[in-house]
């Protein structure tokens, strides 16, 4: 049975950091190409970033780019996400995923196999 748990989430003010964690079992982790998506109330869930199974390639959605990093311990079986310079509209509930394809590192969810829970992540100003 595959499970991807998220933890990591909580309330920071406008400019803070947080850092996001997804512990998977069930798979063979570094078989996957690894994804980090995220739903705000009344909104459709969006892409926020992926990484292929090496680590070396990365993935961000342009809102993001240049404050959030996405990252992999392929030994831990966890994927991160490192979130800086937050701002309120990144206020979301914040989803893991794994993909057996590598289509998964374009950002479309639909490739996606297998999703955590989510957890939220609140940026008050």
């Known amino acids: 049975q595959v499970q991807l748990v998220e933890s990591g989430g909580g309330l920071v003010q406008t400019g803070g950091s947080l850092r996001l964690s997804c512990a998977a079992s069930g798979l063979t982790f570094s078989g996957y190409t690894m994804g980090w998506s995220r739903q705000a109330p009344g909104k459709e869930r969006e892409f926020v970033a992926a990484?292929?199974?090496?680590?070396?390639?990365?993935n961000d959605a342009d809102s993001v780019k240049g404050r959030f990093t996405i990252s992999r311990d392929n030994a831990k079986n966890t994927v991160y996400l490192q979130m800086n310079s937050l701002k309120t509209e990144d206020t979301a509930v914040y989803y893991c995923?794994?993909?057996?394809?590598?289509?998964?590192?374009?950002?479309?969810?639909?490739?996606?196999?297998?999703w955590g829970q989510g957890t939220q992540v609140t940026i008050s100003k």
């Open positions: 995923a794994a993909s057996s394809s590598a289509r998964a590192y374009s950002g479309g969810a639909n490739y996606y196999d297998y």
């Open positions: 990484i292929m199974w090496s680590g070396a390639n990365t």
